[in-house]
């Protein structure tokens, strides 16, 4: 048979025709989207049993509480606790992406000992019998030389068993350099036992307060405990009102109700202003001010001459009638509230600026009242007895600090952290041999990065304890890692800036992912190693059980519920721990002569470091990017904006009349150089910052962890952020740096 | 026909967002992530290509210094019920290969991976661009899969994906309400991941057709407007702003339209 075209068409258009009618081409689409899927290398999660387990979250200070969603033993989701007293089921990006430091491939997996050069990343594995017997010997040694002072613990931990351990082992072995990584909280506290002789922490009652006067506290930056925070600005804003002072519109300016640019540095001659305004129109609470306050006459003085709106304008750049009409809704508001702190409260501050504050507060009758600013006492589980301390102790801990906190100079800090390095380089007090750094990771978040660099490098032995391959454990001499938080038992106080005394025990609730060791069991060994009388005062046999004995009978209470607080608390408005008796506008423990004024609030005009006529650059922080121990999770870097980081380069924010006066465009690359350091970047122009005032993202430029982690991405804002010392506290007061912006 | 979809007993989730308390933090956009094993890679700073079921976007006002506002805007998928609830969404009618259906029963878009095989015509047609495509196999870092969940699954090289309302956890919630003899589920009972983890409350998600879930209520405030209303892509998810501008945002607007009638006429 001959096959014609008509006919050959005919068949092919009948075939086409049949097929069609077939299943066979949407079976094909089926087959070929499951012959391109089905991958081995594609996961399949195992299932199994569906569990929740409640802990605490110990990421950052915030204390809140987390509910794990487990599968068998795989840990899958971090969900905040329903009902929880700080986050009431809400989580902050931190929080929720916790699995990924449970997981990472940057954890160090068991002891290590360096074998390369410092720094060189090359490592041998080592047992733990080995790495105690090493820690040991080594500070057996530096014990036995005679000088015990030259060690020097930086935890990450300020209250709790952790330090209370650390303390501790430094004490019996005679050194008294304890530091912490310093934050607001230390200026608060150092501003509420200079003006009420209070010895307790901060503690602001914000969802009780309607109208709030933020000096650029980042609210919905992560300032305090920052899901609470979020909660509580809701609280405010569905009753009253929040008001924001910062140079910049970050989101807390963003989201309130007012946002009021500021020259940045300047709030403290603000909250000056205001209190002018306040006091010369006899708006304060009298009767507060007359029973419970001394001191009245010369802060009245300092305010009436010095502070009036007009003169403050000049500084502040707040226009006068803004300043009084503000100054007048403060005060007529039925539960006002003023608070300070920059961003996310990673830098202390100025001292004065806090007491400027408070004595607002003051004015309105609210320190230690509903809706105000309270203190509460520090927590008082621990009540271990006294070590016994042999001669070599009490030599060493005669010799002062190495970070000068507690000298004369300063006498009312417990820890200088920031003059560390300062102090070793520069060879103005003894120097370090061995330096234990614990949940902490300075030389990422401390100011001035090249310095603490030099600074470590002068220490013959470093020893980290971080569950992390963070920057200082690559820098490190040898590594004790840690459990990670949810492997461990922890005890944890009250919350940043929370106002009730509280108390929760984080439990672990997945077995440890890698041979990794409690710091609290291996403080507890090495004391044991050492001998004498370092051994007799750990009687414990492990952390769980100094834990257990030292929370007693609220052991079992916490292990079910987590957290306890003590609600019934609230603080006397009446009477202060002060010599006097009474909340004092001159704060007489500083105040020695009648002329001075450096017990008195006032404006210093020292929060910004460098020369005059350049730019001002300040650090903003966002919830998306960690800048303390923990860094930034993959998931978090997958939600920063690309005009915070955009592939390898950190992005500025510059107005956009500042820009063009220095030829900037949008996208643009530039050199930013300030005293302290250079740093190429990249330039975003943003409507919502003054002119003058440069903004760049802290958190950024990690070099340890991986790539998934940072490492490599922008820059570390501490390359170019130096330090200004309080002259009352030692601490960090500097809000900014001058800086130069050139074209790249 | 369109009765029989828009009785009672039918569901339509959706949420209503208040943009006046939304912080941008992006809590929901990771609590998304980890829920539905949503993959990273070493850089995501080029946005096109970096996966998110919830992107938060940042809004301004366009005014120069110092009266610039900024306004966060969380976008979910938009589950577009289409004109008439009929489940014409853009979506849905262009998909080959029915990887992509309006759940009737819930109004729910779903999105099933074995099905799609990455012709990419629903990333065409949605307006919202709430479709992702995988050019890429997922890597997860060494041990980093250990946090996969079991309840969804790992999408591969080739497929698009996009929110399904955490729907694994509707059918949990319903396995639940069945196992113990019930044939419905409270409210509290079945919420989004992102939801859940908002701080600052900022999203509701319930039974739009509800009066009891608190969606009912709040959608219906002179403030509510959704995305892109003049498409008639009819979506379930309402944002709330007390801010003209951002109500203005949420749609195109000629240059001479009397802003608001025109919204109000949709």
């Not at chain 1, 009780?208 to 609280?235: D, I």
């Not at chain 1, 009474?582 to 910004?608: C, L, Q, R, W």
């Not at chain 2, 259906?101 to 949605?126: E, K």
Request: proline share 6%; hydrophobic share 35%.
């Amino acid at each position: 048979m001959k096959l014609s075209r008509r006919c050959f068409l005919s068949f092919a258009v009948g075939a086409a025709a049949g097929i069609n009618l077939t299943p066979l081409p949407w079976k094909l689409t089926d087959d070929l989207s499951i012959w391109t899927q089905m991958w081995p290398w594609t996961p399949v999660p195992p299932d199994g049993e569906y569990t929740f387990e409640n802990t605490v979250c110990t990421l950052c200070p915030g204390g809140c509480g987390i509910s794990v969603r487990k599968v068998d033993q795989r840990a899958v989701k971090i969900e905040g606790m329903k009902e929880h007293p700080v986050n009431n089921g809400g989580i902050c990006v931190l929080g929720a992406s916790g699995l990924q430091y449970l997981y990472g491939p940057f954890r160090v997996e068991s002891p290590m000992k360096r074998v390369g050069n410092r720094g060189e990343g090359k490592w041998k594995k080592i047992s733990w019998e080995r790495a105690i017997a090493e820690v040991s010997e080594k500070l057996g040694e530096i014990r036995a030389s005679g000088s015990p002072e030259k060690i020097a613990v930086i935890s990450g931990n300020r209250e709790g068993t952790i330090a209370g351990l650390w303390k501790r082992f430094l004490n019996v072995y005679g050194s008294p350099n304890f530091m912490t990584p310093a934050s607001i909280e230390d200026s608060y506290e150092a501003a509420l036992y200079l003006m009420q002789g209070a010895k307790g922490s901060v503690g602001i009652d914000l969802e009780n307060a309607n109208f709030v006067l933020s000096f650029g506290a980042g609210l919905l930056e992560g300032w305090g405990s920052p899901v609470r925070m979020f909660q509580a600005s809701v609280k405010v804003r569905e009753k009253g009102k929040v008001i924001q002072f910062e140079p910049r519109l970050s989101n807390t300016a963003a989201k309130v109700d007012k946002w009021v640019p500021i020259i940045p540095g300047t709030e403290a001659a603000l909250a000056m202003a205001i209190a002018h305004v306040i006091i010369r129109e006899k708006r304060y609470v009298k009767n507060f001010v007359d029973t419970a306050t001394s001191g009245f006459k010369a802060y009245q003085d300092i305010v009436i001459k010095d502070y009036s709106p007009e003169q403050v304008a000049e500084i502040t750049g707040v226009p006068e009638s803004l300043i009084v009409e503000i100054a007048r809704e403060f005060a007529e508001a039925s539960k006002p509230v003023a608070i300070c702190g920059r961003g996310e409260g990673r830098i202390p501050g100025n001292v004065h600026e806090i007491m400027a504050v408070l004595a607002l507060n003051a004015l309105v009758g609210n320190i230690n009242s509903e809706g105000g600013i309270w203190s509460v006492p520090k927590p008082g589980y621990i009540n271990w007895p006294d070590p016994d301390l042999d001669e070599n102790a009490l030599a060493g801990l005669q010799k002062g600090r190495v970070d000068s906190a507690g000298s004369e100079q300063y006498p009312f800090a417990k820890s200088l952290l920031d003059l560390f390095p300062k102090m070793i380089n520069e060879e103005k007090s003894y120097g370090i041999e061995a330096l234990l750094v614990s949940n902490a990771n300075p030389l990422f978040t401390m100011p001035d990065n090249e310095s603490v660099r030099k600074a470590f490098s002068k220490i013959p032995c470093i020893i980290s304890f971080s569950s992390f391959m963070d920057e200082t454990a690559q820098f490190a001499d040898l590594i004790l890692p840690n459990h990670i938080y949810l492997e461990r038992y922890e005890d944890v106080s009250t919350p940043c800036m929370f106002q009730k005394p509280m108390l929760s025990l984080a439990k672990p609730v997945v077995k440890p992912e890698h041979d990794t060791m409690h710091t609290g069991d291996v403080i507890i060994k090495l004391a044991a190693a050492i001998g004498g009388s370092i051994a007799d005062a750990f009687a414990w046999d492990s952390y769980e059980a100094c834990l257990k004995e030292t929370l007693g009978n609220q052991w079992d209470v916490l292990k079910k519920q987590v957290v306890k607080v003590d609600y019934g608390f609230a603080p006397n408005p009446w009477a202060y721990e002060s010599k006097t008796g009474k909340m004092e506008f001159v704060a007489t423990a500083i105040n020695k002569s009648p002329d001075s004024i450096i017990g008195i609030p006032h404006y210093e005009d020292n929060g910004i470091e460098g020369e005059a006529g350049n730019y001002i650059l300040i650090p903003y922080d966002t919830m998306s990017l960690s800048t303390g121990y923990a860094a930034s999770t993959p998931y978090m870097l997958k939600i920063v904006s690309d005009k915070v980081l955009y592939h390898e380069d950190t992005v500025i924010q510059v107005n956009p009349e500042t820009a063009l006066e220095l030829g900037l465009n949008e996208g643009s690359y530039a050199v930013l150089a300030t005293a302290v350091g250079e740093a190429r970047v990249k330039v975003t122009l943003y409507d919502g910052i003054m002119p003058n005032v440069i903004a760049m993202p802290s958190g950024l430029g990690h070099t340890g962890y991986d790539d998934y982690m940072g490492n490599g991405k922008g820059v570390n804002i501490n390359q170019v952020l130096g330090t200004v010392e309080d002259p009352v506290t030692g601490l960090n007061a500097a809000w900014g740096i001058r800086a130069k912006l050139t074209k790249a | 026909m369109e009765k029989g979809h828009n009785n009672t007993t039918t569901k339509r989730y959706g949420m209503v967002i208040d943009l006046d308390k939304c912080t941008g933090c992006g809590s929901c956009m990771v609590a998304c992530m980890q829920e539905n094993n949503v993959p990273f890679k070493k850089d995501e700073t080029d946005k096109i290509k970096s996966i998110t079921w919830l992107r938060v976007y940042k809004l301004n006002n366009g005014k120069p210094y110092p009266d610039t506002e900024i306004c966060y805007l969380p976008r979910p998928c938009q589950h577009c019920s289409g004109v008439g609830d009929h489940g014409h969404s853009p979506c849905v009618s262009v998909c080959p290969a029915t990887a992509t259906d309006y759940g009737m029963d819930t109004g729910i878009v779903s999105q099933i991976y074995t099905r799609c095989f990455g012709c990419r015509y629903c990333m065409a047609a949605c307006p919202y661009h709430v479709r992702y495509f995988n050019w890429w196999d997922p890597v997860w870092p060494k041990g980093m899969e250990k946090s996969l969940s079991p309840n969804v699954s790992v999408r591969m090289r080739g497929v698009v994906e996009k929110c399904s309302f955490c729907f694994h956890r509707y059918q949990l919630a319903m396995d639940r309400a069945f196992f113990e003899g019930r044939k419905e589920i409270e409210e509290h009972e079945y919420q989004t991941a992102c939801t859940q983890a908002c701080p600052s409350k900022s999203i509701t998600f319930g039974d739009l057709n509800n009066p009891k879930h608190a969606v009912y209520e709040l959608k219906q405030s002179p403030n509510a407007f959704r995305l892109l209303e003049r498409l008639h892509t009819n979506t379930k998810v309402y944002y709330v702003s007390s801010k003209e501008w951002v109500r203005m945002a949420g749609d195109n607007y000629l240059k001479d339209e009397h802003k608001e009638m025109a919204r109000a006429k949709g």
